[in-house]
């Protein structure tokens, strides 16, 4: 089994630097969260930095990564991000 360790402060800070770059241009982008596999910690970090804030919402691919962050901040704007089925694709 593969396991993904996630440095939080790199992820934090790169995070930071994406959105101050994009709130100069005033760009309101979206955070994709899927990789995260609604890991709590990890998204409660995210979601109380004050860089976050600024953003204009979180996706996930998941459902229950989408539950996870609603249960933590039920304000956030969140969208379901999922690839159509491979027998819809022509």
Known sequence: MAELIVNGDKLLRNISKINQTLSKHNIQW????????????????????DE?????S????????????????PDVVTMYVKPP??????
């Open 52 to 56: 976050i804030k600024n953003i204009h």
């Open 30 to 49: 979206t955070l994709v969260a899927k990789i995260l596999c609604g890991n709590k910690d990890i998204l409660r970090r995210l979601l109380n930095h």
């Open 58 to 73: 979180i996706a996930d691919s998941w459902l229950t990564g989408l539950c996870a962050i609603k249960e933590i901040n």
């Open 85 to 90: 089925a491979m027998d819809s694709i022509k």
